[in-house]
């Protein structure tokens, strides 16, 4: 039962929880410029928003809302629900200093306190961007409710978001304490539903550049509804009762979720965790594991790993699997980014008309490869974590090590990139010549990325861990390590593909930064007081006709180029991580 004066201590807890958030973020370096980062390209997409809504003030009075507009605000706040539920399911599934907390005040107060602590996070972030929207949108209108229905609207959002987001993290978490099954292949069962999670969002992501699904569909959900109450006392048409729905049922459905999550939270926090093998399995199917004959075959069961390159090899490729297979919130440091930028490369894509389907391929291709190498190999020196010193002192070698980290992208990376990317070229319908252009280029851009992602990872190295729920430890990968291996494997995919498919656009690109780059080195000289007439005009005559290359050309080089490039970088990545591992010494 809640203590007297519960609420008042649930918002202290939340409170000092935020700010120490807020601490360690200010701490963390790397933290610091992802942040960034991400505030760069938000304040780029928000410097458009408001220049396009000035622009267009004086023909506000014939806009309505739609349902395509109240559908993107549904699927962002799904995308939101969902990192949510992450996170509470990773990072904030126990409050700290348990033991302490839950003898001080009451399950509910330590619960709630964890959903404000959220809400402040989010609240944090998009703090800024809605004061400039609101002033901008008040500028441009005139409507001085806006300044009240704006924010209170993005807090309705934001509000439910976490709550349900939190709500349904908890529940997972509960079922996963709770049901054998769901607690013997919960990697299994949890990878399935990210997997359709991604699919369903890029499904709806691709509908705004010309795929059969319809953003407009997900209009009739109650979080699009928040696009009316935004624009309400603005010259912009929207509906009304979907407006006072949103002002009304929003905190009701908050604070009625939020009571569930309490009482989820209290079971799974006062309820003993059950174990796989808790669920009647037989002695023959445990056997392996309990006898020792191969527990590591076992633990990766039904995948088979086989002995390609020796026994140690072998070892090597199985203990990166059950690695993956017992803590999947290493790949969550993984998936939140690639989701980030594939949908805001789609979104950008569809409001400048879009490629249409074509672009589902490309982007299948450029994912799955880019996850073939970073899922298993892009930190191999910190994943060993304590038992590195072991583990440089045995007799696996450099090359064995490192072969063992490429074999788990080699047998489900490689195959799953080619094999999708295949799929996705037969339902786009291209030509047979794009159509294996692609699949080509699945195939040799995942090969390349399984040895760049070892050579990336033992140069930028990342011994220290992160604490998620329940005090376990993930080491994710370096934020350096992460960028440049990224971008390597980025921007060789994206160069290929753009030069198969369109090489016109190829071609006008290489033109314009052949003249752009030699004119900003220039400007730079002339700035510094140094001669560049005689430079300028060498530059110029040496400046090839890149205009003038003709298509197949351009098509044939940039498609064999970036990719030729990339194979060579995997195979140098993949002898420069043997190498390193081999010279690796312990201070």
């Keep these: 039962m809640a203590e007297t004066g519960w609420s008042r201590h649930a918002l202290r807890v939340g409170f000092v929880e935020w700010r120490r958030s807020v601490r360690a973020t200010r701490t963390d370096a790397a933290r610091l410029a992802l942040y960034g980062v991400g505030a760069l390209f938000g304040l780029l997409a928000l410097s458009l928003g408001v220049y396009l809504l000035v622009a267009v003030a004086g023909d506000l009075s014939g806009v309505r809302v739609g349902d395509g507009v109240r559908g993107n605000l549904a699927l962002f706040w799904l995308f939101l629900t969902f990192i949510v539920g992450q996170r509470a399911i990773s990072l904030y599934d126990r409050v700290d200093a348990e033991a302490l907390v839950l003898t001080t005040v ?263 490869a880019w996850l073939s190498g970073a899922a298993f190999g892009l930190n191999p020196l910190g994943d060993e974590a304590p038992l590195l010193p072991a583990t440089l002192l045995s007799t696996v070698g450099g090359r064995r090590f490192v072969r063992g980290l490429c074999l788990p992208g080699l047998l489900v990376g490689v195959p799953l990139a080619t094999l999708v990317t295949a799929a996705g070229v037969v339902a786009a319908g291209h030509a047979p010549l794009d159509a294996a252009g692609l699949v080509g280029l699945a195939l040799v851009l995942s090969l390349g990325a399984v040895g760049l992602a070892p050579g990336v990872g033992t140069r930028f190295p990342r011994f220290d861990a992160v604490t998620v729920g329940r005090s376990r430890e993930v080491i994710p990968p370096a934020l350096s390590a992460v960028a440049v291996y990224s971008l390597g494997v980025g921007l060789a995919g994206a160069v290929a593909a753009v ?52 298509l197949p050309a351009v098509r044939a080089v940039g498609y064999a180029g970036p990719l030729a490039l990339v194979a060579l970088a995997g195979y140098r990545g993949y002898r420069r991580a043997a190498r390193r591992f081999d010279d690796c010494q312990l201070d």
């Design 499 to 550: 030069s198969l498919l369109a090489p016109d656009v190829a071609r006008a690109l290489c033109a314009a930064l052949v003249s752009w780059l030699p004119a900003l080195v220039l400007s730079v000289l002339a700035e510094q007081g140094l001669p560049t007439a005689g430079l300028a005009r060498t530059v110029a005559a040496a400046a090839p006709p890149i205009r003038s290359v003709p």
């Design 106 to 368: 009451s399950a509910r107060t330590a619960a709630v306190g964890l959903v404000v602590a959220e809400t402040l996070r989010a609240l944090t972030v998009v703090a800024v961007p809605v004061l400039v929207l609101t002033g901008a949108f008040v500028y441009a209108t005139g409507a001085l409710l806006a300044a009240v229905a704006v924010p209170f609207a993005v807090g309705c959002f934001v509000v439910t978001a976490v709550v349900v987001g939190v709500t349904l993290g908890w529940t997972a978490a509960l079922l996963v304490a709770t049901v054998p099954f769901v607690a013997r292949h919960k990697t299994a069962l949890g990878s399935i539903l990210v997997l359709a999670f991604f699919g369903g969002y890029m499904a709806f992501q691709l509908g705004s550049v010309g795929a059969p699904v319809d953003m407009a569909l997900l209009g009739v959900l109650p979080p699009g509804w928040v696009a009316d109450l935004l624009v309400a006392g603005s010259p912009v048409g929207g509906s009304t009762l979907r407006a006072a729905a949103v002002a009304v049922g929003a905190p009701l459905a908050a604070g009625a979720l939020g009571s569930v999550a309490t009482r989820v939270t209290t079971a799974y926090w006062y309820t003993d965790p059950v174990y796989p093998t808790d669920d009647g399995e037989s002695d023959e199917v445990a056997a392996p594991v309990a006898d020792g004959r191969d527990a590591l075959a076992a633990a990766v069961a039904p995948l088979s790993v086989p002995a390609f390159g020796g026994q140690p090899t072998r070892r090597v490729a199985q203990l990166a699997l059950v690695r993956t297979r017992r803590q999947p919130a290493r790949l969550s440091f993984l998936l939140a980014p690639l989701l980030i930028v594939g949908s805001t490369l789609l979104s950008y894509a569809g409001a400048s008309g879009g490629v249409g389907l074509d672009l589902a391929p490309v982007v299948l291709a450029l994912a799955l």
